[in-house]
């Protein structure tokens, strides 16, 4: 018997909240979280990297930092291929066994050693040759995140889509009303930089000022192909890659400027938009008369030929468990905690607050009929566009207005991942070279927004497969493999600190569980990509970049079991901050 809409949305939502009262509050215990220790963001404090904030408000900054479009691109095109069943069963287990305990380890381990990033802990109990193969695995890996957020965004910028009512929404209105968008953060930023503007008042005041740039940025497109004079059948491919460009130079500047300015403003704005846009979501799905039309299963392998297993489960990575939340986790938020125990409900808390993201885009397609022209060619943005803006109808909202603001939403979410993978990158470079200064900013701004330049400029514009479509297996793979790299980091210092059989089943399960599904999508992937129709070796770098990839994991893993059997290892102490409360959260 097919279960209804509301069964499948209120059923899931009990089971992620029961999880966070119970598994949850387990680890909680086992992580020894304690509310009197004094946390690195309080040890620390210069009001600048490290800054104690308030639960709801640090709640707000990481989950727009984490929940990009990972969640909305990953369930739809899985349901898609796959059926709707096989996916939500891996995004309910993978967020409440996986991605949550990732998560809340990642950021445990950080605040236990002064808020460093995984990479260091990872240093001081294995390595520094297992520090420079993790670093340079994050690097590569973020490469891939840039280019296919960057090109998928770009895509939200073109074209157009004709609703039902016979209205329609222009990519050159989302482009206006994104830029829009961005310039209300940077106000803000100056605002409570140099006025005596509250975060409180700032946020009611440009928080409804985020709407008027969705309903006006349709009345005033920002149409960047007709401006550059594009025609011809291949005038969208080309508005496309301008957009690509521009996005990329976005990251180089955005990278570079002070966090006040853009990052935290635009992450406290960008937590409540998701707020909104999964509440919306939820009610019009709760209160609208939405019917299942979706198979819930359409078989172990696509129509394009792939294994269910083990592409489910790089395709859903956001959702589930994805390793780049460990760079975030690690790199600035473990900076703001103020008490041990508010890492649960940042934590695990917003992992499994983006597992509920992710079954409301899954929603999106379970409402399509498998004979649906979205379905022959999927387009994850607008498939998710136009659901939230039917769920959001039912619920009194114009449809214009809705598919307008989900498709906001998605570049939303994805501006937040854009530059702070491109910073992240920065960083990387710089630690890897020791070059600071004003140099070293900009050369690793430019690495790492320039790599992923290259490739989406390669790209032939006649191309059937977009090069986010191409990409996407490849982010998946190297994301989750990186969440691999991070939960084998995380079990080796517990083991070596707690000696404590648990260790093998909270985090070693899932290390072995992500190291194994990864690692043989990531095979596949590179194995395809050899296989040239002339029999040379290929021209193309991806399938070198995931021999790169293969070999630095496989080197991490020895590096790991050779500390592990306790015959290598750094010999001092360890630096992580113990502390045994007489009770936990």
Not at 278 to 293: D, K, P, V
Not at 334 to 359: C, F, H, N, P
Request: glycine content about 10%; proline content about 5%; aromatic content about 10%.
């Amino acid at each position: 018997m097919t279960p209804t809409m509301l069964q499948v949305v209120l059923g899931s939502a009990v089971l992620l909240l029961i999880a966070y009262f119970t598994y949850g509050r387990l680890l909680a215990r086992l992580f020894r979280l304690d509310p009197n220790a004094v946390t690195p963001a309080c040890e620390l404090r210069d009001n600048v990297d490290y800054e104690p904030i308030e639960p709801k408000f640090l709640m707000s900054q990481h989950f727009s930092a984490i929940a990009a479009a990972g969640p909305i691109v990953g369930p739809i095109l899985a349901g898609v291929m796959f059926g709707w069943v096989p996916a939500l069963l891996w995004i309910l287990c993978g967020c409440v066994f996986v991605g949550g305990v990732h998560d809340l380890s990642a950021l445990t381990a950080s605040i236990r050693h002064k808020a460093r990033s995984i990479a260091e802990v990872v240093r001081d109990h294995m390595s520094q040759r297992s520090y420079i193969l993790f670093l340079t695995f994050v690097w590569i890996a973020l490469v891939y995140i840039i280019v296919a957020f960057t090109d998928i965004t770009a895509a939200s910028f073109v074209g157009q889509q004709v609703l039902e009512n016979g209205e329609t929404v222009t990519g050159a209105g989302i482009a206006s009303s994104s830029l829009m968008y961005l310039l209300l953060p940077i106000i803000m930023g100056l605002l409570l930089r140099y006025t005596k503007l509250s975060l409180n008042m700032a946020t009611l005041i440009f928080l409804p000022l985020v709407g008027v740039s969705i309903w006006l940025g349709q009345k005033l497109p920002f149409d960047l192909g007709a401006m550059l004079g594009f025609t011809g059948p291949t005038a969208l491919a080309e508005a496309q890659r301008a957009w690509d460009v521009l996005l990329l130079v976005y990251c180089l500047v955005a990278a570079v400027v002070p966090l006040w300015m853009l990052l935290q403003p635009r992450g406290h704005l960008g937590g409540y938009f998701l707020y909104v846009a999964l509440a919306g979501g939820a009610l019009g799905l709760m209160f609208g008369n939405n019917e299942i039309a979706y198979p819930q299963f359409r078989g172990w392998v696509s129509p394009e030929g792939q294994s269910l297993v083990p592409l489910l489960f790089i395709t859903i990575a956001c959702g589930a468990c994805s390793g780049f939340h460990s760079l975030i986790c690690s790199g600035t938020t473990s900076k703001q905690l103020a008490k041990e125990t508010d890492a649960r409900v940042i934590g695990y808390g917003a992992m499994l607050l983006e597992g509920m993201v992710a079954i409301v885009s899954l929603c999106c397609v379970m409402i399509l009929k498998e004979n649906s022209p979205a379905v022959a060619s999927p387009k994850p943005n607008y498939i998710y566009a136009l659901g939230i803006g039917g769920f959001l109808q039912t619920i009194g909202i114009p449809a214009e207005l809705g598919v307008s603001f989900a498709l906001m939403a998605f570049t939303t979410f994805v501006y937040d991942t854009l530059d702070v993978c491109t910073r992240l990158g920065r960083y990387i470079i710089q630690e890897l070279t020791g070059l600071q200064g004003r140099f070293g900013r900009w050369l690793g701004t430019g690495l790492t927004a320039g790599v992923p330049l290259l490739f989406l400029l390669r790209h032939p514009l006649d191309a059937k497969v977009p090069v986010w479509r191409i990409f996407w297996e490849l982010f998946g793979a190297s994301n989750q493999l990186l969440a691999a790299l991070t939960l084998l980091g995380v079990t080796v210092w517990l083991w070596r600190t707690r000696r404590e059989t648990w260790v093998w089943v909270v985090t070693g399960i899932p290390t072995v569980l992500m190291y194994t599904m990864s690692s043989w999508a990531l095979w596949n992937i590179t194995a395809r990509g050899f296989k040239t129709t002339d029999g040379n070796w290929p021209t193309d770098p991806v399938p070198w970049i995931g021999v790169v990839l293969m070999g630095l994991a496989a080197w991490m893993l020895i590096e790991a079991i050779v500390v592990i059997c306790g015959v290598g290892g750094r010999r001092e102490p360890p630096q992580a901050t113990e502390t045994v409360p007489a009770a936990a959260s």
